[in-house]
Structure formats: structure tokens, C-alpha cells
């Protein structure tokens, strides 16, 4: 591996050359020390250039455009941000009055929406961000404002549901995630990894599976997840189904029809595509023999098991070993004078399940 220089080791090495060659010891402000120190740094400027250049060689450490670059070589795009959309619905004693399409709500912090189209009240209606990304999204129970007046029409509406669809744009960490991916899989017209690498490329996944063997005939399922730090825990808010150009199945709606849509491009001919959520599965623990562990500690083992069975779980099915929660909970606490009375047997999970931690208890 070679070692960079930094700015002072050049320079030394610089200014000792030229000692040596001259035979004289340079002044600061001697015209010899002002030339090797302009030497210095522009062979350091050189080597940071030099460094840049063989990072963007290679997608392992490309950024930015060049990282998109490499992307394009395998039909894999950054993902763009993407518009936080709900619905509310107007109140008021006026029934007769529309409230047009593209009417502006604003958030007290000053994040506003449009709805989708006109309206009156007591009939919901969509809306959708003004600008794109997370910052759009917004729990259940948060008042919007109307930016204009509408007589007989109240000023305020109340969201009664979550906000969780805004996305932001894809990382250069995410991106060149999917980039090697992409690089590291033979394309085969159709396979399991090739299903998965387009949902992954779906606006807000960030996981996928595919089942190895269709439910019958040419019926391939892919289930997949959104943001795991969401609301739902990136479980898709809609219902399973295929993309609105599929005529042989039901169609989609919510995140499943967004990200059916955007695979249908690439589904072989023939396949019936069905992007499916998968079933959240709680599963109960408790545990013996830590009844005086601090609420921290408490925090720590949740964490840690809840980390087991995101990295363990899939909806294809999945088996989940005692010794593995035990491992967990020793290394958040190193206690090991505990007895994990549930589950009692290795946790298994059939097709279409993802187990998430239930109730702890402890006794």
C-alpha cells in the first residue's frame, strides 16, 4: 500500500535536497525557501489530485457523478427523492363551496402541500409535498393551515395518518451498494437476484426478496421493505398485488403499486409479478433472572434483539436459533445468570412472515 506524504513531509524532503545540492541552510524568507515551498505544494496538491483520481477508478470508492457513472454500465440509477403524499379531509358549514386543486397547507414549521385536486369538505382528498424528501413526512395528529381563506370553510385541518412516503435522495453509500451488487451478479434474464436488484431500485426500498419458485405457473412473488427508521418499521403501507399494466392479477395499491410499477419494465415476458408486504410477526420473550437490570440495560436488550432479527429474518422463511437471542442479550449486558424461558424452542418462520420483537418481560 503506498503511503501518502503529508503537506510538511514534502516539503522537508524538499528543502533537505535543497540544502544538500546548494550546500546552504535556507532562510524562511530566503527566495530558495520561498521556491521549495511552492514546490511543496503543489506536489502535495498534485497528490491529492492523484488520490481523487484513483478513487473514482473503481465503484468501490467512486462518489458522486463518477459513482452514478459506473451505475449506468448496469442500468442502476440513484434513486431521486421523492414526495411525501397523504390525504385529509376539509370541514366547515359551507357544502357548496369547491376548494380548488393545487390549494396550499403549511406546517408550522413551514412545510407545505398541495392538494391533488379540488374538493369540499367532509370528502378526503390527496395532497402532496411542495418539496421532496423526508422532511415532508409527519405523524398522525399534526395540523395544517390553509394559506388561503374559503368562507364557511375551517382554516385547519388535522392529518389522521402518518406521512412516511417523502424520500430523500439515494447516498453515494446506498448507491454504490447496489452498483457492486449489480457488478457482482450475472444478469440471467430473470433470476432471483436479478428481481431483487429492481426492487432495490424502487423508490424508498431497502430490501427485497424473491422466492426461488413461482406460486404456480409463471406467479413470482417479491416481497419487499421501505426504511426500517419508519413509522411502520418499513412495513409497506398498502395491498399486495401486481403493476396497473398487469391484466391477470389484482392490482396493487400504495408502496406495493409504486414499486410494482417500477419493475413491470423489467419482468420477462409472460411473468406475473406480485410485490407483496411482508407479515409482521411479533414475537414474545421473557427472560429469567434479570429483574434488577436498569431501564438502560432494558433499551440495550431490545436493541440488540431487535438487531438479531432484522438481519436474520426473511419472509422466505426463517429459523432463528435460542442460542442466538441468548448471544445477543450477553453481549448488550455481559450478564450471562439468566434463563431466556421464551420462546423455548428455535423461532421459525414460514413464507411470507418477518419476526419483530414482541413483548419483553422480564421475571
Known sequence: MYELQTYEQILTTVVNYVETETGQKLLPTSPLMILATTLAKMIYAQQGYNEYIAEQGVPFTATDLTLEAWGTLKSITRKPAAYATGNVTFTGSNTTTIIPAHTVLSRTDGTQYTTDTATAINSPVNITAVDAGTAGNCVSGTVLTLNSAYAGIDGTVTLTNDITSGTDVETDTDLRTRVIDAFQERPSGGSVADHVTWALAAPGVTQAWCMASPLAGSEVVVYVMMDRTN????????????????????????????????????????????VCSPMKTPIDIEIEGLTNITSAEETAIQAAITTLFHNSGTPLGTTIYLTSIIAAIQTATNYTNFTLKSPSANIVTTQGELPEVGTITYS
Open 231 to 274: 413509522t411502520y418499521l418499513g412495513y409497506p403501507q398498502g395491498t399486495d398485488g401486481a403493476a396497473i399494466g398487469e391484466t391477470r392479477w389484482t392490482t396493487a395499491t400504495g408502496d406495493q403499486l409504486t414499486v410494482a410499477n417500477s419493475m413491470y419494465g423489467n419482468k420477462p415476458v409472460g411473468e406475473i409479478m406480485i
